[in-house]
T-cell receptor, first 113, second 113 residues
Framework: EAQVTQNPRYLITVTGKKLTVTCSQN?????MSWYRQDPGLGLRQIYY???????DKGDVPEGYKVSRKEKRNFPLILESPSPNQTSLYFC????????????FGDGTRLSIL | DQQVKQNSPSLSVQEGRISILNCDYT??????FLWYKKYPAEGPTFLIS?????DKNEDGRFTVFLNKSAKHLSLHIVPSQPGDSAVYFC????????????FGKGTRLSVIA
């Protein structure tokens, strides 16, 4: 089954404790991206990647890091999480860029206390 | 500065009638537009797209219209069904490939039986 898998689905943690949200896709997609969804703000893009070792900043990259060492994986790293990063996060992938339909994961709800 | 605006946070429509969701944008460089639908507790799913070389694109009950001079697009759903009740996001990009994707804040559609 074609899917984008995010882990964990839920996480409550404390300010400053490094965390990683993993994202993996099994469709051999070139393009992968991370978004956050906040009430009243819609979806905002954090980072995106067109291929291995190629990553670019989206709208709201501050406080986040990503890596693309393998085509299928695109982890989101919060080195020193803060409460303003409490949000619902989505990973997505598509064949070859933003105009191809993106397949989204089911989301990761992060709470930073 | 919000580049993609969905000015109606919510919309209610009777089953069987037409639903019209609107989206305005400010960046004249946007050439590619997409609509995504999101149910609670799920990731967004792709609905329909249009590029600036066209002014209309249809897929079954869904039609997207683009008016580049007015920087406006709309999504028409005919006939509306209760299963269409969801949050709809408009998104835009300047290129089809490795480029940022900018989303609106979303419109919550409720189709009443």
């Amino acid at each position: 089954e074609a899917q984008v898998t995010q882990n964990p689905r839920y996480l409550i943690t404390v300010t400053g404790k490094k965390l990683t949200v993993t994202c993996s896709q099994n469709m051999n997609h070139e393009y992968m991206s991370w978004y956050r969804q906040d009430p009243g703000l819609g979806l905002r893009q954090i980072y995106y990647s067109m291929n291995v070792e190629v990553t670019d900043k989206g709208d709201v990259p501050e406080g986040y890091k990503v890596s693309r060492k393998e085509k299928r994986n695109f982890p989101l790293i919060l080195e020193s999480p803060s409460p303003n990063q409490t949000s619902l996060y989505f990973c997505a992938s598509s064949w070859s860029g933003v105009y191809q339909p993106q397949h989204f994961g089911d989301g990761t709800r992060l709470s930073i206390l | 500065d919000q580049q993609v605006k969905q000015n109606s946070p919510s919309l209610s429509v009777q089953e069987g009638r037409i639903s019209i969701l609107n989206c305005d944008y400010t960046n004249s460089m946007f050439d590619y537009f997409l609509w995504y639908k999101k149910y609670p507790a799920e990731g967004p799913t792709f609905l329909i797209s249009i590029s600036s070389i066209k002014d209309k694109n249809e897929d079954g009950r869904f039609t997207v219209f683009l008016n580049k001079s007015a920087k406006h697009l709309s999504l028409h759903i005919v006939p509306s069904q209760p299963g269409d009740s969801a949050v709809y996001f408009c998104a835009a990009s300047v290129d089809s490939g490795n480029t940022p994707l900018v989303f609106g804040k979303g419109t919550r559609l409720s189709v009443i039986a």
